[in-house]
Structures are given as C-alpha cells and as structure tokens.
C-alpha cells in the first residue's frame, strides 16, 4: 500500500501484475494501494479483477477501488454490481464518486431495466449526485427524465421525490407542490411523512417554489405540518403568501410567529414590511430579533426613516433589532442622517452601543476608523473586539489593532490577527509571520488568512517555508497566500502529497484551488481527480465551483451573519471556523448576541464548521 500512497504513476502496471498473485492477501493489498494511487490506468486490471473475484470477499474492496479512481470506463461494470444486491451499497458509493460521467449510462439503464430494486438504487445514486454538485447540462437531463416518469404507473412516486427534491427545479417544485396539495385531506402517518419530506426540502431552495398550491393545502394540512409548510412558503417569496403569514405572525403560537417572520423576511415587499414592523414592539427576543433580520431584507421605500423613528422611541431587545435592520439599510445606501442617528446612539446607550457599530461598520471608512479608535482603551473586552473587526474591515487603526495582538486574550488576539489583512507595512507584515506560532490555533489561523488576503510578493520564500511546517486551516490558508504571492512552490507532487495525506479536507481545497490557478493541464487534471474523490460535501461543492463543474448559484451580497441560538436563547461563545467564497479560512467567535458577522466579502457562499479547539491555548 505504500506505493499507492506515494502517488506515483509508474507504480499502476507493476500493481496491477498483482491482481494475478496467489495469495490473497497480496491482491487485497495491491487492490488498496491502486485505489489510494488513483490512476485511470488500472481500471482495466481493476474491472478484469472485479468480473473475477465477484463472488469474493474480494469484490467489494475492488469497487471501492474502482470509486476512488472515479473513470467512467468503469461504469458499465459498475452498473452490473449494482444489480446483485450483496455489491450494491459499494457499488452505487462508487458511481456517486465518479458524478456526472455516470449519469447518462444509470438513466439508460433505468429505462431497460423493470427491477424496482435496481431502479431505486439508480434514483439513490442520482439523488446523491444531485446534491454534491453538477452541471447545468446534466441536473438538466436528470430532472427532465424523472419528471417524464413521475406520472407512470410502474415507477413509484415516493423514490422520485429526494432526486427531484435535489433537482431543485422549477417544474418538479410546482410538481412536489400539487403533490402536498393533492395529499392534504388524506389522513394516516404515511401521507404525513410524505408531505413533510416534501415540505422540508422545498423550504431549502432558493427559489422557485409555488405558493398557490401549498395555500390551497394549508387549511387541511394538520399542526406538526404548518411550520414547515411556513418556511416552503417563505421560499416562494411569492407576495401571495403574505396574507397568511401576517396572520401567523399575530397567533399566540410563539413558534409558529417566529416561522411566519422567517418566512416573510424572504419576501421583499412593501405588505411585507408593514407586518414585521407591526410587531416590533411585542414578542420574546428570538421573533425580535427575526423582525429585525426580515425588516433589514426588506426594501419597502421609506422603510429606513421608519426605523430610525422606531430606533429612538425603543429601548434594550426592540432598539437592537431596529439596528439590525437598519445596518442592513445603511449597507446597501449609506444614508448619512441613518449613519448620524446612530451614532448619537452609540455614544448614549451603552447597552446598544455593540449593535450600533455593526450598524456604522457596514460602511467602513477613514473617518469611522478615526471615531471608534479612541474607544479602545479602558474599553470592555466585548467592545474591544468589536471595535478591533470595524477598525479591520476599515483597514486602519494600526497602533490599536498591533497592541491587540498582544493582548493576554486568544479570542481578542484572533480578531486583531485579521484585522491586520488590509495592512501591508512591515509591522503589520511582521507581526503575522510572528503569529504563526501562537499557541492559541485560532491565532495563527487568521495570521495565515490576513497574509493571504492581499498579494505579498516580496514574502513569497517565507510563506513557502510557513506552508511546509504548518497543517489544516493554517495551511490551507497558506497555500492561498503562496500562489497569491506569485511563488511557484511547493511542486505538484508535495501538493498532491499533502491533499491525499490531509486529515483537514479544507487543506484538499487549497490545494485545488492552487492547481486550478497555476493552469497547466496535469495541473488542472490532478485537480479534477482529487475533486472526484472528495468526500467531504461542503468541500466538494467548492471545488466544482472553482473547476467549473457546479454552478455557483446565488452569488450573494458580500456579507455575512450568523445567529447562534437554542430555541429562544442566544448562544454567545460559539467558536467557529468560517470558510469564505475564496476559500480563506476565518476564526470567530460568536458575541454576547450569539452573532458573528463578516463584512466586505468576495460575493459567493460562505460556509462554517464548529470547532471547540479553535480558541485553546493561553
């Protein structure tokens, strides 16, 4: 197995010779180690092996070989595995890791086949397939081939529904919509299971769901149901829901309220609006807070002047969310009176003064840099880190945000560490390689992702050097921050070493990201081939992203909020990791309103991931 891990090409043929070997636990090995090598060329040996040892033990290691080299030339043998039931499981992960080449041949073979227990699997491995991410072309001809056998008697419905639910398109929406309408009057708990399985997974598009035939089904469908039917209609963003869901906001159903205003703050229009801030001033504090993330989404003209009225006649949960809709107002029209209102807020009502800098910080400048600095020292330590990511995301601020990298606290440390990004001055430059080493994990995370954040040519040897001693996040972050650099280090084959070896699938990413970049073709065909074998979804989304094998879908709007709640509580303290559109990976903690919020991103998805031991250390 050591040559397969050693990702040498010219070891294939000389493993392949001991597919033949008598004894079998040389087969088994050599079977492995092709598998970790990943070169198309022994999938031939693989195949022959496979058609000979299928009634072995030995079938199921070779197929999940045949998976992690991921060539369509296997797929014809794949297909056959997938009929005998003992080789179906590793048969169908092994069509699902070789994606969209697959897809044509199990379709064809759906239409030949009448064995429902061969066409379930085939739907199972295009539901998966689906939802890892593939082309246009191909969601496509999936969903037009499962929509055509939607309405025949010999397929059943309930296994069309994941893949058409993964489709995620507009005709199989409306489709799934009738479906839950049709269904509504009948009773049982299998009828039910199937509406929410419907309803759960239209409430996760991003658009294209119909309202009409879920408000035809709402007055039947029963209370365990409603909230979910709530968030799939606040995905049709259609304006004919708002009726009812201005209704839901005012029940005395604590819950379902919260839905209602989830569900509204997605449609932006002016019926809209005038519900949320009906409410403003009743309610706990978690439907407070989503009447403040619904009335920031909404674009209702005059809406900011009525917040504003709103934010100096209200105190403590009410003002807060009147802030977070207002930041999200004065992001996208930098309205001066807003910015001044606000400011006269920050500096009377010291518990709304955390809010009222996100607010200002969603518009970062010289001259706001110049009016938060002075409230650094003697500052508490909340306010210090906030007032160390608004002087980051103004880029200035150099002496408050250096002496924060010497603070005695990781997480005030962490924050200071990326703040530095946009400060390109020796100091600054110094301090980070410096931070490298800190003790603390999230430090020298977000001293790797603030060298990465800009081109430092000049430092290209030693961010190469940095890359080499570093693992996971750090080192993903650093391998942005070498190619950025212009280096053409490390080689391909450390590259690709450091992708197969990582336990971190973030470190894969990079490395993707750096083959895809630098261009040449063995580069970009090793980046597809660990794309192939990634596991990982969310980094196998990403990856197709940069290859150009999944749609980037909605680009967003350069920001991004994340709430931290368990039930109506929020949840201050959360330490995350939070992957950017480009792939930069960022610590942070949540604040004292269980919140983390980004500004002046690259447009695109970003992701995140808990990670208990980001902030450890002294």
Request: include cysteine; hydrophobic fraction near 45%; aromatic fraction near 2%.
């Amino acid at each position: 197995t050591g040559l397969g891990l050693l990702g040498d090409p010219r070891a294939a043929l000389p493993l392949a010779a001991l597919l033949d070997e008598g004894h079998p636990e040389v087969r088994a090995a050599a079977v492995v180690a092709l598998g970790e090598l990943r070169d198309p060329a022994a999938t031939p040996h693989l195949v022959g092996a496979l058609w000979r040892n299928q009634h072995t033990p030995l079938a199921q290691p070779i197929l999940r070989a045949l998976g992690q080299i991921g060539d369509p030339k296997a797929v014809p043998a794949l297909l056959q595995m997938l009929r005998f039931s003992l080789h179906r499981r590793p048969a169908a992960r092994a069509l699902q890791d070789t994606g969209a080449p697959a897809v044509a041949p199990l379709l064809e073979a759906m239409r030949r086949d009448s064995d429902s227990g061969f066409r379930a699997a085939c739907l199972e491995v295009l539901q998966v397939v689906l939802e890892e991410g593939t082309d246009d072309a191909t969601r496509r001809a999936v969903n037009t081939e499962l929509l055509d056998q939607w309405g025949r008697a010999d397929i059943a419905q309930d296994a069309l529904i994941g893949p058409l639910l993964a489709g995620r398109d507009s005709t199989a929406g409306l489709i799934l919509a009738q479906h839950i309408r049709d269904l509504s009057k009948t009773p049982g708990p299998e009828a039910s299971a199937v509406r929410r399985r419907i309803l759960t997974g239209l409430a996760t598009w991003d658009a294209g769901v119909p309202a009409t035939p879920l408000l035809e089904a709402w007055p039947d469908l029963p209370a365990n149901e409603r909230g979910a039917a709530l968030r799939a209609l606040g995905t049709s963003r259609s304006p004919k829901a708002v009726r009812l869901l201005a209704h839901e906001l005012e029940s005395d159903n604590e819950a379902r309220q919260v839905e209602a205003a989830r569900a509204l703050s997605k449609i932006d229009e002016p019926n809209a609006a005038k519900a949320l801030l009906a409410q403003l001033n009743t309610g706990s504090e978690s439907l407070l807070h989503e009447l403040g993330i619904g009335l920031g989404q909404n674009r209702a003209p005059g809406l900011s002047q009525k917040l504003v009225v709103r934010m100096t006649s209200s105190r403590g949960a009410a003002r807060e969310a009147v802030l977070m809709a207002l930041g999200d107002h004065h992001r996208r029209d930098g309205d001066e009176a807003v910015a001044a209102a606000v400011w006269k807020i920050a500096k009377e009502d010291p518990t709304a003064r955390l809010r009222a800098l996100d607010v200002l910080g969603t518009r970062p400048s010289a001259a706001l840099a110049a009016k938060v600095a002075p409230l650094y020292d003697g500052a508490p330590i909340a306010l210090k880190r906030k007032l160390i990511q608004v002087l980051g995301d103004c880029g200035a601020g150099d002496l408050v945000v250096l002496k924060a990298t010497t603070a005695a606290q990781p997480d005030l440390r962490a924050e200071a560490a990326w703040a530095l990004r946009k400060l390109t001055g020796e100091p600054a430059t110094t301090r980070l390689f410096a931070l490298l080493d800190d003790p603390a994990p999230a430090v020298a995370v977000n001293a790797s992702a603030a060298l990465a954040a800009v081109p430092r040519p000049a430092e290209s040897e030693r961010l190469a050097a940095a890359t080499a001693r570093s693992t996971g996040a750090t080192r993903s972050n650093l391998l942005h921050a070498t190619q950025r650099a212009g280096s053409d280090a490390p080689q391909r084959a450390r590259l690709l070493a450091w992708a197969r070896r990582a336990q971190d699938p973030l470190v894969p990413e990079s490395v993707v990201r750096v083959l895809h970049a630098r261009g040449a073709p063995d580069d970009v065909a090793a980046a597809h081939r660990i794309y192939r074998h990634t596991r990982d979804h969310g980094s196998k989304q990403a990856m197709g992203r940069v290859l150009g094998v999944v749609p980037f879908g909605a680009k967003g709007e350069g920001w991004v909020r994340f709430l931290f709640t368990d039930g109506p509580e929020r949840l201050p303290a959360q330490r995350i990791l939070v992957i950017l559109p480009d792939g930069l990976v960022v610590a942070k903690r949540s604040d004292d309103a269980g919140e983390v919020r980004l500004e002046n991103l690259p447009a695109g998805l970003c992701r995140l991931r808990f990670l208990d031991d980001t902030f450890s250390g002294p």
